[in-house]
Every structure is written in C-alpha cells, then in structure tokens.
C-alpha cells in the first residue's frame, strides 16, 4: 500500500506538480520516492488536477487499489479534486454472536465515479466513456 502527497506549487509565473510516493516494506522500514517533478501549464482546476494525477498514476502502473491515500493540504483545488473523483473509506463496526464484545471494523469503499464522455455526437462508435477514480483522500493541518 502507497501513500502520494501531492504538491502544486508557483514560482515566477510557472505552476509545478509534484508527487511522492512513501511505503512501509515488510520489515516495517520506510520507503520514499519522487514520482513527478513536472511544468503544470494553465489554471489550477480540481479537473486538471486529478487528470495529471491519473496520468502519473499510469505511468508507474499504481492503480488505486494499491493507494492507500493521497494527503494534501486544504486547498480548494485538491479538495473539490478528491470530492469529486476519489474514493470514500467508510468504517462499519460488526459484532459477531460468538462474541458480543469483540467488535470487527471493515472497510467499505464507496465509488464516485465521473463519467467522461466526447461532447460531440455520442452515436459515433470512436467515442469512448471513461471512469476516473483517485485514492481516498486525507488532508493535513497546514498553515
């Protein structure tokens, strides 16, 4: 399981993106890397940024079912980017009849999907309709 927190950042008129990716292997030893250093032409909008995302996502072959997480800050790009296109963890407690007191916690994931589709005639075969999903997401305090 991976953790990305991704970054979007300006410097003299030009936006960046950059994504890490951090792992804790068997022996409970952390891993990080740099996935994404990389020019984010254009205005910083969630639908851009989860198209970026997904790209980079691609590109090293991390579907989401191996994403644990994507933690950012509290920024409204991010945080409309996640709301829209991302994954909700959602924690049910279970109690068993053997034992009343032992309670089991099971994650169930719960799809948003978007449906992206060729706004021109959708009657051509060549059109195609595809999903997006991102992991779940976590923000952090920043200040």
Not at 46 to 66: P, Q, W
Not at 74 to 103: A, P, Q, Y
Not at 114 to 138: A, C, G, K, V, W
Request: glycine content about 2%; hydrophobic content about 35%.
């Amino acid at each position: 399981m991976y953790v990305l927190p991704p970054t979007l950042w300006s410097s003299k008129s030009r936006s960046f993106i950059g994504v890490t990716c951090h792992w804790l292997d068997k022996d409970l030893k952390r891993h990080s890397v740099a996935l994404a250093c990389q020019r984010f032409a254009g205005i910083h909008s969630y639908d851009r940024i989860a198209e970026t995302l997904e790209d980079i996502h691609k590109k090293y072959n991390l579907d989401t079912t191996k994403l644990l997480a994507t933690v950012t800050d509290n920024g409204f790009n991010f945080v409309k980017c996640f709301k829209e296109f991302g994954l909700n963890i959602v924690n049910k407690k279970h109690s068993t009849e053997e034992d009343s007191d032992f309670e089991e916690k099971e994650d169930e994931v719960v799809f948003n999907p978007i449906i992206l589709s060729d706004s021109e005639s959708t009657l051509d075969s060549s059109n195609f309709t595809q999903e997006r999903y991102l992991p779940q997401h976590i923000r952090c305090a920043s200040p």
